[in-house]
Structures are given as C-alpha cells and as structure tokens.
C-alpha cells in the first residue's frame, strides 16, 4: 500500500492519470465526424501531452535497468514530436514506410546533437 502512494506522490503520475481520464471524456463523449474542427484539435493536443508522459515514463522505468539519460524531458519532446506527425500523417492517409524511415533517425540525431552541445556549453562557460 505505500509503494501505491508513494507512485501516486510523483508528479508526472498524477499528471498521467489526469490525462487519462481527460482523454476517456473527451474521446469517449465525442465522435470525430460530428465534432467542430476546435475540438479535433483539442483532441489531438490532448492525445500529444499523454504520448509525452507515456515516453517518459518509459525513460523513468528504463533508469532502473540502468539506461540513464541526463535530459529526459528533451527526449520525451523530441519523440512525442515525431509521434505527433507520424499520427497526423496516418491521420490523413499520408504515412508510409519512408517517413518512418526518415523521421525517427531525425529526432534521434536532432535529440544526439542538442544534447551534445548543450554538454560543450556547459564545460566551456560553467566555470565562469
């Protein structure tokens, strides 16, 4: 019973469950075709923030099998991003292989080389 509590005293698993209730409201209350455009984007905003917290989730559980990443919040943007696009594209029957292809090696390298500035900057001046 403390480990449930203690797992509910975190801030991002509130935030989760949160989002997911939001999301059985707003998806199970509403249908796609009938719905103003507003609220497709309401939606798709929603569906974007709980792809966030499932990444990082997956990189808070990933830190006990000893995979650590010093900016796990730029990584789970990086990744919801391409998430977003890939859904979009499927979204208007727009998605192939390819962009897969070509999309999830970006945000890697994108994710790789902020990161690896972001550690030059702070070697070079963090001692100013």
Known sequence: ??????????????????LLVLDAAVFGASDAQKVPSLML????????????HVFYGIMS???????????????????????GVLAALQSIGELSGRDIAVMVPLAAIGYLYSSYGSKLYNV????E
């Open 1 to 18: 019973m403390r480990f449930a509590f203690r797992v509910l005293a975190r801030r991002h698993v509130r935030q989760f469950i949160i």
């Open 41 to 52: 984007a309401v939606g798709f905003v929603l569906f974007l923030a709980t792809i966030y």
């Open 61 to 83: 559980i990933a830190r006990f099998y000893g995979f650590r990443l010093k900016r796990q919040n730029r990584f789970a943007l990086y990744f919801t991003g391409v998430a």
């Open 124 to 127: 070079n001046h963090g001692s």
